[in-house]
């Protein structure tokens, strides 16, 4: 697919991920154009009108019926994205999903199907691919200072059960599916090329208000000794190391979160700046020294989306 305009653009859902995500992020990237939001309330679409840069959907079936529109974005709750994306591809609309892609391998499966069947791309958003800690974390690994390796830890956490759908089971809410989806992408790159050997999962359930989890604590070994595990919580008062490498050479520490969203939700995600006290600490048994954090670039996903499609 090639075209000398830019690709328009429906964004489906206005939520925080809607509009502080994909919203901001589309109407950021040359070859992207934001052409509509889609809400089912009227409230909402009132709020879309007054940005003065799109149009405003009332449902999911208006947009991907706008004969205007070359890609759909599901920001929708995440029960919502393996129905609407198969829709969009069999409307002809190319599909980015937001994380996670969906809720079993059966979805998954239909999905892909979907967009092989009608020759469209179908993409998920891992923004975190391009996270300034993991970016800086891949750096130290491809140096080969800490060695060969084999133990990597990820974690993710804060106080509180969730709110809002991502707090109800039956639409795939839960910090796990969440974040824990970026924590698994992340990991399964570090360990890219070698095949897991064993998956164990268990989750805790804390809030009786809530019937998502309030732990949960993913354990992955990979072929030649090597071990992944995945820390989500909303019970953690006091932060873990966001990663945690350990090789046969050296150890890798890194605290904090990439500033990028604050930035994004302040309105200018160019501005994210880390404060050096979070630079992670590489060490070797004897020395320790401060690593300068690479600096992360979301709007990367959303350029080599409009690249993608231009071919």
Not at 134 to 155: M, P, Y
Not at 189 to 208: A, C, I, N, T
Request: hydrophobic share 40%; glycine share 10%; net charge negative.
């Amino acid at each position: 697919m090639s075209s000398s305009r830019p690709f328009r653009t429906a964004v489906i859902g206005y939520g925080f991920a809607g509009k502080s995500f994909h919203s901001y992020l589309v109407s950021l990237t040359p070859g992207l154009q934001l052409h509509g939001i889609a809400s089912r309330n009227p409230e909402t679409r009132e709020k879309i009108l007054e940005r003065g840069d799109c149009k405003a959907y009332a449902s999911f079936e208006e947009a991907i019926a706008d004969p205007e529109i070359d890609l759909v974005v599901i920001a929708s709750p995440n029960s919502q994205h393996a129905p609407q994306a198969i829709a969009a591809l069999n409307a002809g609309k190319n599909v980015v999903v937001d994380k996670p892609m969906c809720l079993s391998l059966e979805e998954a499966d239909a999905m892909i199907s979907a967009a092989k069947n009608n020759n469209k791309l179908l993409s998920i958003f891992h923004n975190r691919r391009w996270d300034g800690d993991f970016l800086t974390a891949q750096q130290v690994i491809n140096s080969g200072e800490l060695g060969e390796v084999k133990w990597i830890e990820l974690s993710w956490g804060r106080v509180g059960a969730y709110r809002s759908w991502r707090g109800q089971k039956e639409h795939g809410g839960g910090r796990f599916w969440d974040l824990g989806a970026h924590l698994l992408d992340q990991l399964m790159l570090f360990y890219k090329g070698h095949k897991v050997e064993s998956v164990y999962l268990r989750k805790q359930y804390d809030f009786p208000e809530a019937d998502v989890e309030s732990e949960a604590l993913c354990i992955l070994t990979f072929e030649g000794g090597r071990t992944g595990i995945i820390d989500t919580s909303s019970v953690m008062a006091v932060a873990k190391p966001r990663f945690y490498l350990r090789g046969l050479k050296g150890t890798f520490q890194k605290y904090g979160v990439d500033p990028q969203e604050k930035a994004m939700i302040e309105g200018d995600i160019d501005a994210a700046q880390e404060d050096e006290d979070l630079f992670g600490i590489i060490g070797d048994g004897q020395n320790e020294r401060r690593i300068p954090t690479v600096p992360g670039r979301w709007r990367s996903y959303y350029e080599n989306i409009a690249a993608a499609l231009a071919g």
